[in-house]
């Protein structure tokens, strides 16, 4: 397994192309499971993607004033 983290972010920044990961991934051995991450993921991503999750955030320490803490929001 493979886990591209934030990847989708950098597509939606502009600092990666879309079509880059989609070869990435039609061209990956089949035996490697890609996982991807981030908000805003590129439609083109969903539609080649086997599996897609949305999460959606309830509460977050964020909000409290709680500033990120390491190995958890990084």
Do not use: C, Q, W
């Amino acid at each position: 397994m493979v886990i591209l983290d934030e990847i989708n972010n950098l597509i939606d920044y502009g600092l990666l192309k879309v079509e880059d990961v989609v070869d990435l991934i039609k061209n990956k051995p089949k035996e490697i499971s890609i996982v991807l991450t981030g908000r805003n993921a590129h439609h083109k991503l969903a539609d080649i993607a086997d599996t897609v999750t949305e999460m959606k955030e309830i509460k977050h320490a964020f909000s409290k004033g709680i500033k990120a803490r390491k190995g958890i929001e990084y």
